[in-house]
């Protein structure tokens, strides 16, 4: 077995998304104005919290502000970021940041799933497991 095919046995044995979102206790349902924000914990110290993060299609995360500096990186889907009332399309394989207390908002035209980061660790954002 060659180290593709060993690396590929390995991962088809991870649970998926959806059957770690079925953990309790490790997932945070997030307030939106329109459609479903569910976050799964992967890391979180007081330094940082590390999250896996699945939002529906046309889901709408209205204006906000956090102390918390916020990167994020698409792994599947599209995000329309609106920073400061400008508008940025974040595709699969981007990444897009949000300085602390910057006004910000989100719209997801599709199914989408992000890998987000807050520095310091962000209270809200789910617990590892």
């Known amino acids: ?15 998926s998304f ?3 979102v ?3 206790g490790s997932v945070t349902e997030v307030e939106t104005l329109k459609g479903n924000v569910f976050m799964f ?10 999250a896996r993060a699945f939002m529906s299609a046309n889901t709408e995360i209205e204006l906000h ?8 990186v698409v792994y599947e889907g599209r995000m329309m970021l609106n920073v400061e009332g400008k508008e940025f399309g974040v595709e699969v394989r981007q990444s897009g940041y949000v300085l602390p207390n910057i006004p910000h908002s989100a719209y997801f035209p599709v199914d989408t799933k992000v890998i987000a980061i ?12």
């Open 1 to 15: 077995m060659n180290n593709l095919e060993k690396l590929k046995e390995l991962t088809d044995q991870l649970p």
């Open 18 to 20: 959806e059957d770690l």
């Open 22 to 24: 079925s953990k309790s």
């Open 41 to 50: 914990g992967l890391y979180s110290v007081p330094e940082i919290s590390v």
């Open 65 to 72: 502000t956090h102390a918390e500096f916020e990167l994020f």
């Open 118 to 129: 807050t520095i310091p660790s962000s209270e809200g954002y789910p617990n590892a497991v």
